[in-house]
C-alpha cells in the first residue's frame, strides 16, 4: 500500500491511498465467494463456483466496487497509523479510483493552537466608582418606596398626585386592547397608555370620560378610550434626611446610609466591570493567537448553537421549523446567520483550552463528581436517564470548570497578577 500526502488549509490532510494489486484480488476473490454463496449460478451448487465464472457472471467492475467498499476502512486506519496522525473525525472520501485502486481522503486533523507571549498581555484596570448623581438616583427611589400616600375624599387630577383611573380602550374594531385599573403619578410617570396625561388632567373625582389616543405602534390608527378616575391621592415624598435613613435600615445617619449605597454601587459596578474586562482579555488573546482548526469542527460548534435555540424556544413553547417559518428562513439561512457566532465562539474556546494547558490548569474527578451529584439531584431523573445522560453531563462539568479556572488566571496574567509561568506544555497539537 502506497500512501502519499497533500497538506490543505483549515486542519485537514488529503491522503492518496493506492493498494496494492495483489490485495486488491484477494479481497474481490473473497467477494466472489460471497455471491456464490448467495446467488444460484447456473451448473454449480451454491459456493462452488469458480471464481473465474463468478468474474464473467457479474463483471470485474462489480467485484472491484464491492472489493474497495470491504478495503476502504481497512486501509484509511492502516494509513492513519502508517502517518501516526489522530484526526480531528471521520475523514471524507474525496475519489476512488478502481484501477489501479485508489482512495483519496480528506482527514480533519485536530486543531492547532499558538498563543504567541500570552504572558506579556496586559489591560489596564481600572474599575468605576459611583458617582454622585448615581447615588441620589438611589436615594430617590428611596423616597419614592416610602412616599405617604394620602388619599382626598375630592379635587381634581393634577400633576404631582397619584390618580387612580378605571380604563377600558377598545380598537378601531370595537376589541379590547386594555381593560384595568391603573395608579400613577400625573406628570411625573409614564401612564399607561400614551397621551394619557392630558386628557385626565382637570378630571373630578369619580367623574368619566370618553376620547381618542393614538394605538401605540400603529401608525395611523387610534384607540377609543372610557376612563374614570376613581382615586386621588397625594404623594408626600420624605425628606432626605436621617429621618429616612433610620426608616429604610439600621442606620442613625443620612451619611451612612449614602456610604452603604456607595459600597454596594461599587461591588455591582465592579461586577459588571470585572465581566467586561475578563471577556476583553479573553479577546485580546484570541487576537494574538494563531488558530486552527477543521471546517467539520465549525459545523459542529453551529450545531451546538442551533440546538440550543431549539431548547430554547421549546422552553416558550414553539417549535424551531415555526421559529424559522415565521421569519421566513430555512435552517440553512438559520446556520449562515450562526456561523459567525459560532467561530468567534470556537476560537475563544480553543485559546482557553490551550492557556489551561501551558497554565499547567486541571479539574480534579472529585470537583467534576460533587457537581455532577448535584446537577443529578436538581434533574430529578431516574437512574436509567441518568446513566445515558452522565457521560454528556459529566464532560460538560468538567469542560465549563476548566474554562472558568483558564479565565480568571488570562486575568490574573493581564492585571500582571500571575505567578511565574510554568514548564511550556506545547501547542493544543503537533499533528502537521
Do not use: C
Given at each position: ?13 488529503a491522503l492518496t491511498i493506492e493498494v496494492e494489486p495483489e490485495r486488491v484480488e ?170 394619557l396625561a392630558e386628557p385626565i388632567t382637570g378630571m373630578a373625582l369619580n367623574e ?168 443529578q439531584e436538581r434533574l430529578q431523573v431516574s437512574a436509567a436517564i441518568w446513566e ?45
Amino acid at each position: 500500500m502506497r500512501v502519499t500526502t497533500e497538506p490543505l488549509p483549515q486542519r485537514q490532510v488529503a491522503l492518496t491511498i493506492e493498494v496494492e494489486p495483489e490485495r486488491v484480488e484477494q479481497a474481490m476473490r473473497r467477494v466472489a465467494r460471497r455471491l456464490s454463496e448467495r446467488y444460484d449460478i447456473p451448473g454449480f451448487r451454491r459456493g462452488r463456483a469458480p471464481y473465474e465464472v463468478i468474474l464473467r457472471t457479474f463483471g470485474r467492475e462489480a467485484l472491484l466496487e464491492e472489493a474497495a467498499e470491504d478495503l476502504s476502512q481497512e486501509v484509511y486506519r492502516e494509513a492513519l497509523d502508517q502517518l501516526g496522525l489522530d484526526p480531528y473525525g471521520p475523514g471524507r472520501l474525496e475519489q476512488l479510483r478502481l484501477e489501479p485502486l485508489t482512495f483519496k481522503v480528506i482527514v480533519p486533523l485536530k486543531p492547532e493552537v499558538r498563543l504567541g507571549d500570552y504572558r506579556s498581555l496586559r489591560l489596564p484596570y481600572a474599575p468605576p466608582q459611583p458617582t454622585e448623581a448615581q447615588i441620589m438616583e438611589v436615594l430617590e427611589r428611596l423616597r419614592r418606596d416610602n412616599a405617604i400616600i394620602e388619599p382626598l375624599s375630592e379635587g381634581m387630577a393634577a400633576p404631582g398626585l397619584m390618580v387612580t383611573v378605571a380604563l377600558k380602550a377598545t380598537d378601531e374594531e370595537g376589541k379590547v386592547v386594555l381593560e384595568e385599573e391603573v395608579s400613577f403619578l400625573l406628570g411625573q410617570e409614564e401612564p399607561p397608555l400614551p397621551g394619557l396625561a392630558e386628557p385626565i388632567t382637570g378630571m373630578a373625582l369619580n367623574e368619566r370620560r370618553t376620547f381618542d389616543l393614538p394605538a401605540p405602534g400603529a401608525e395611523g390608527k387610534v384607540l377609543h378610550v372610557e376612563a374614570a378616575v376613581t382615586g386621588l391621592a397625594r404623594y408626600l415624598l420624605p425628606d432626605l434626611d436621617d429621618a429616612l435613613a433610620q426608616t429604610v435600615g439600621d442606620f442613625e445617619t443620612l451619611e451612612q446610609l449614602k456610604a452603604k449605597i456607595r459600597d454596594d454601587l461599587a461591588a455591582h459596578l465592579r461586577r459588571d466591570y470585572d465581566a467586561d474586562y475578563a471577556m476583553r482579555a479573553l479577546e485580546a488573546l484570541v487576537a494574538q493567537a494563531e488558530i486552527e482548526f477543521p471546517p467539520q469542527m465549525l459545523e459542529e460548534e453551529i450545531d451546538e448553537l442551533v440546538s440550543d435555540l431549539r431548547r430554547t424556544l421549546r422552553r416558550r413553547g414553539q417549535e424551531l421549523e415555526e421559529h424559522l417559518k415565521a421569519r421566513g428562513q430555512t435552517l440553512e439561512d438559520l446556520r449562515a446567520e450562526l456561523r459567525l457566532q459560532a467561530e468567534a465562539r470556537l476560537r475563544r474556546g480553543l485559546a482557553l483550552t490551550q492557556l489551561a494547558r501551558e497554565e499547567g490548569l486541571a479539574v480534579s474527578e472529585e470537583e467534576v463528581e460533587a457537581e455532577a451529584r448535584a446537577v443529578q439531584e436538581r434533574l430529578q431523573v431516574s437512574a436509567a436517564i441518568w446513566e445515558q445522560i452522565a457521560p454528556q453531563v459529566v464532560a460538560d462539568i468538567r469542560s465549563r470548570i476548566l474554562a472558568d479556572r483558564a479565565l480568571r488566571r488570562l486575568v490574573e496574567i493581564v492585571r500582571g497578577e500571575a505567578e511565574a509561568r510554568p514548564e511550556p506544555a506545547g501547542s493544543l497539537s503537533s499533528e502537521a
